[in-house]
T-cell receptor
């Protein structure tokens, strides 16, 4: 089955700096790569996703890049703010459902 | 729309007891799933269903049972609770754009 590795497990940045979280996947048939954000005590929520026919996607301060050859994808957050502090999960799927999640990255943005 | 509703939010069980976590969605989504979340382990798929009458196993199905008699409901049954099943459980349904909509979570402690 699909195996998704996520790094780093914890990340601390100063407000205004950029944050990058990286994921690799094992199944070359995977074609859908979402990112979820989970604030403390809350449910995970989708923040951005990318499909295998696209190399990069941006939404305001967040962007995701995909390298199909290397089987890795990354989340980029620019101009970080304290409210970006949360756990971020990457995921991969070859079916459009049955997502396989990484183990998460705990991001702390300090003022 | 209420979205995805899970009950109960908190439950304490003794080893060997059985219980059912309820999940309902009012978005007419065909796909529903159950995940468990443990510290440092991310979100792991327990069981999923692609429609009424169809269920399948995910990554960690042992000790859990599911059924899908209607589109709206997808209950998760613990047959004989064990301390290793202490976790936070999330039910989720898949929207038409590929987004997973999660319930608020159910925190289960098995003593």
């Amino acid at each position: 089955g699909e195996n998704v590795e996520q790094h780093p497990s914890t990340l601390s940045v100063q407000e205004g700096d950029s944050a990058v979280i990286k994921c690799t996947y094992s199944d070359s048939a995977s074609n859908y790569f979402p990112w979820y954000k989970q604030e403390l005590g809350k449910r995970p929520q989708l923040i951005i996703d990318i499909r295998s026919n696209v190399g990069e996607k941006k939404d305001q301060r967040i962007a995701v890049t995909l390298n199909k050859t290397a089987k890795h994808f990354s989340l980029h957050i620019t101009e970080t703010q304290p409210e970006d502090s949360a756990v971020y999960f990457c995921a991969a799927s070859n079916s459009g459902y049955a997502l396989n999640f990484g183990k998460g990255t705990s991001l702390l943005v300090t003022p | 729309n209420a979205g995805v509703t899970q009950t109960p939010k908190f439950q304490v069980l003794k080893t060997g007891q059985s219980m059912t976590l309820q999940c309902a969605q009012d978005m007419n989504h065909e796909y529903m799933s159950w995940y468990r979340q443990d510290p440092g382990m991310g979100l792991r798929l327990i069981h999923y269903s692609v429609g009424a009458g169809i269920t399948d196993q995910g990554e960690v199905p042992n000790g859990y049972n599911v059924s899908r008699s209607t589109t709206e409901d997808f209950p998760l049954r613990l047959l004989s609770a064990a301390p290793s099943q202490t976790s936070v459980y999330f039910c989720a349904s898949l929207g038409h754009t590929g987004e997973l909509f999660f319930g608020e979570g159910s925190r289960l402690t098995v003593l």
